[in-house]
Each structure stands twice: as C-alpha cells, then as structure tokens.
Antibody
Framework: EVQLVESGGGLVKPGGSLRLSCAAS????????MSWVRQAPGKGLEWVSS????????YYADSVKGRFTISRDNAKNSLYLQMNSLRAEDTAVYYC???????????????WGQGTLVTV | SSELTQGPAVSVALGQTVRITCQGD??????ASWYQQKPGQAPVVVIY???NRPPGIPDRFSGSSSGNTASLTITGAQAEDEADYYC???????????FGGGTKLTVL
C-alpha cells in the first residue's frame, strides 16, 4: 500500500523553528517528485514547496521563500521541511504529497499523507 | 503567479448532476486535477488529466476542459460526495503549481 506519514508538527513561538518529516512506503520514493502543501484552519490548500526526485530542482512559494527548506533522503524514503522564522500565518496542517506528471500537460498530487498540525 | 478561481459553494439534490468549475489562464496550457476533501481528512485526487479517475474513484466523477475553464461533474450525486473540492494545475508563471480556492458541495 502506498503510504505517506508526516510527523514533527507542534506548537512553536513566533520566530521559532520546526522540522517536519514525511516517511514514504509502498512505492519507489526515489523516482518521484515530492511536495508540501498546507492548509490554514478553515482555509483552502496552499502549495508550499516541491523537490524533484533527484533533488536537482527545488521550488518554494513566495510566502515561505528564504525561511523554509525542503530536502529528501532517498535512502531513507523520507521528505523533510525545515521551517525557520515561523510566523502566526504559518499555522496550518502541513501535508506531504507525491507529485506525478505525465507528458507536458498532466500532473496531479497523490497520495497525500494525513497531515501534521503546526501552530505558531 | 497565476490564479485558479472557483465558486465558493454549490448544492445539488441527491441523485442529480452537479458541475463545479475552475477558471484560470493556466488551464489554457495544462489540464486541471481535482481533489475531494472531507472534514478532518486529507485531500484525495478524483480526476486528473483530460478525464482520468484513479482506482477506487466512482465513475460518476468526470472531468472536462474548454478554454480557460475546467469542470468537475458528478452525475448522480450521493450523500457521501458532500465535501470540499479543489482544482489544481501547473502554473504558467512563477510557481510550478497553483490551487483553486475550493468549492463546498452540499448534497440536499
């Protein structure tokens, strides 16, 4: 079964740091781009960051650029998000998701983890 | 970055057909994907690409696209379809992807 399990969320003061982890299983982790997507309480989905399978390509939303760092360890089938200089507006459930692309026009996120709550 | 615009809410009578739309310039170049999210749960992809359903997604869910508008249609809506629905696509400027604001579907 393909599965993603996030951990590392919690309560942190403004200006503090947290490191989220996402453990993947049931698929060849090293073959897929991976992403973090967050959802503030009562709000919609917001893409946060993505990393290609080889770590060669990395992208960040403007709202987190310079403060968050995405990384992965393909040997450990794990994705990470280091979050520094946290702000109240970073409060959200953070989801880890596999990103898939077919051709140049088709892409989707799936599966998703259950999410981990970060409260600043 | 681009934007994807969805209506905030839509309702449908049990067993009837409902269409949820998503508008944005990026949809002229890329297909949308659609996600269902029930309260307290993670999103689940229901449609991706031209009109592809992942395993386990009922065939009452379908997708279409025209110009800058993508649509998710539920034919014969069921009570369990009540959820928030989000569209998503690659972005044509800046960020690699963009999400719509979500549409809350109520099944009456």
């Amino acid at each position: 079964e393909v599965q993603l399990v996030e951990s590392g969320g919690g309560l942190v003061k403004p200006g503090g740091s947290l490191r989220l982890s996402c453990a993947a299983s049931g698929f060849t982790f090293s073959s897929y781009s991976m992403s973090w997507v967050r959802q503030a309480p009562g709000k919609g989905l917001e893409w946060v960051s993505s990393m290609s399978s080889s770590s060669a390509s990395i992208y960040y939303a403007d709202s987190v650029k310079g403060r968050f760092t995405i990384s992965r360890d393909n040997a450990k089938n794990s994705l990470y998000l280091q979050m520094n200089s946290l702000r109240a507006e970073d409060t959200a459930v953070y989801y880890c998701a596999r990103f898939q692309q077919v051709g140049g026009t088709t892409s989707w996120f799936g599966p998703w983890g259950q999410g981990t709550l970060v409260t600043v | 970055s681009s934007e994807l615009t969805q209506g905030p809410a839509v309702s449908v009578a049990l067993g009837q057909t409902v269409r949820i739309t998503c508008q944005g310039d990026s949809l002229r170049s890329y297909y949308a994907s659609w996600y269902q999210q029930k309260p307290g749960q993670a999103p689940v992809v229901v449609i991706y690409g031209k009109n592809n359903r992942p395993p386990g997604i009922p065939d009452r869910f379908s997708g279409s696209s025209s110009g800058n508008t993508a649509s998710l249609t539920i034919t014969g809506a069921q009570a369990e379809d009540e959820a928030d629905y989000y569209c998503n696509s690659r972005d044509t400027s800046g960020n690699p992807v963009v999400f719509g604001g979500g549409t809350k579907l109520t099944v009456l």
